[in-house]
């Protein structure tokens, strides 16, 4: 009996077989069988520090995954925000690692919480404080009084130092005395 027949289509079908195992058509199968958002492998990571100064971002990065852990991309979800005085920047559909990017800016120092609806529910309770300090605008003063001089010159007499951003004017309206530091006597020139 004759066997090189046999070989060659067993060969023959080895060979095809291999060929196919490199096919580009395996990674559009593996998208078809991709399965929904599964939000036991999904997350959301939040910047830190969160700053109620609606001027800094908190950054929200959410990983989309499916139930084997495999990124999904095309998923856009809506972020929601509890509290007050939020401005949300929508996030953007999932790249094809499965990562999605959102903004929140605030200007009220609480606890919120982050909530995403679409195709996954994804929860975070997220701290904002109030930012720190940056120039105290007020005046620190035990005593003090207007007084008048008898040349009609007005003179601010205190005990202490005024820390405030100050004008005087004239009665024309020009600009007499412009002052953010004043100290314990002012001599503003007759008004």
Known sequence: ??????????????????????????????KILSDEPDAARCNMDIST???ADGITPTMVTLNIRDKRGNPLAGIKLTLNVSGSNNVIVPCSSSNEDGISHCKVLSTTAERKTFRTEGAVELTAQVLFQAPPPTRMLFSVVSSGSVQYTNDGHKIMVSNGVIETPTEMKDNNGAVRLRSSHWGTMVDTGAL
């Open 1 to 30: 009996m004759n066997r090189k027949p046999l070989r060659l289509i067993s060969s023959l079908f080895l060979l095809l077989l291999g060929a196919c195992s490199q096919s580009e058509f395996l990674p559009i199968a593996s």
């Open 49 to 51: 520090p969160n700053i």
